[in-house]
């Protein structure tokens, strides 16, 4: 009998356990999504912030207005280059894909 309680012990033990076990991952996947619900207003934030004061940026954030201007560009390009293997160009006043042969923009009526 004193075997069977001691089992019956470490069974209950070995349970309890996995409960803490399942309960921390739960927990800590409560935190991921909170993180990343976080760093979406940190991004809006950011954003928001910039196209207020775009004019008058404090110098301790020109690195990463800078860098954000790299990234921009590097769009700029990458959407060029899939416009050119479509038979496609970008307008100029909205950014939208036009038709090679179109004279004025579909979007924005921006002429070609
Ligand atoms: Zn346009």
Known sequence: MELF???AKKGQELADKAKDVYDVNMINMKIHN???EMNREYIA???KYLEKYEQ???PDF???VEEIQKHKEA???YRLKISV???TKICTGCGKTVE???EYCKTCGKKM
């Open 5 to 7: 309680d001691a089992l």
């Open 45 to 47: 934030l950011a954003k």
């Open 100 to 102: 090679e042969s179109a």
């Open 56 to 58: 008058e940026i404090d």
């Open 34 to 36: 909170e993180e990343k």
């Open 62 to 64: 020109i690195e990463y």
């Open 85 to 87: 293997v479509k038979g």
């Open 75 to 77: 769009i700029e390009e």
